[in-house]
């Protein structure tokens, strides 16, 4: 994990294998900022939608114990909901660096469009 201090508070870039660890002891809320349509052809599975275009931090859970992760298609855009969040006041927050091409790169499960049905399905890169 990479970590950087923004005006006393914590930004960390998260790397796949760290996301993927969380996620899978339910340690986290990941959150995806990108598009609907981005999220109805793939996504990450658990993973809640809030997109960027309409993302508001005030809207987030702060009394829990699991760690806030967002992340999107590359990690410009979760890195720029993370730093909304700070300036809203969160004093930690996360995003996946890399975000989704990441996740996909390192053969990580996701949901994705059977192209033949257009229903999800679980599938893997590769």
């Known amino acids: 994990m990479k970590s950087e201090n923004v005006n006393g508070a914590s930004l960390e870039t998260w790397d796949v294998d760290e996301v993927a660890g969380a996620l899978g002891r339910h340690d986290i809320v990941l959150i995806?900022?990108?598009?609907?349509?981005?999220?109805l052809i793939e996504h990450i599975e658990g993973a809640l939608l809030s997109p960027i275009a309409f993302f508001d931090p005030s809207f987030l859970p702060r009394d829990t114990d699991r760690r806030i992760?967002?992340?999107?298609?590359?990690?410009?855009?979760?890195?720029?909901?993370?730093?909304?969040?700070?300036?809203?006041?969160?004093?930690?927050?996360?995003?996946?660096?890399?975000?989704?091409?990441?996740?996909?790169?390192?053969?990580?499960?996701?949901?994705?469009?059977d192209m033949s049905t257009g229903a999800p399905k679980r599938m893997t890169a590769g």
Do not use: N, Y
């Open 32 to 39: 995806d900022v990108r598009s609907p349509q981005e999220f």
């Open 69 to 113: 992760v967002l992340h999107c298609g590359s990690g410009m855009r979760s890195e720029k909901a993370a730093r909304a969040c700070l300036e809203a006041g969160f004093e930690r927050i996360a995003h996946l660096g890399g975000g989704m091409g990441a996740w996909k790169s390192a053969g990580q499960p996701f949901v994705g469009t």
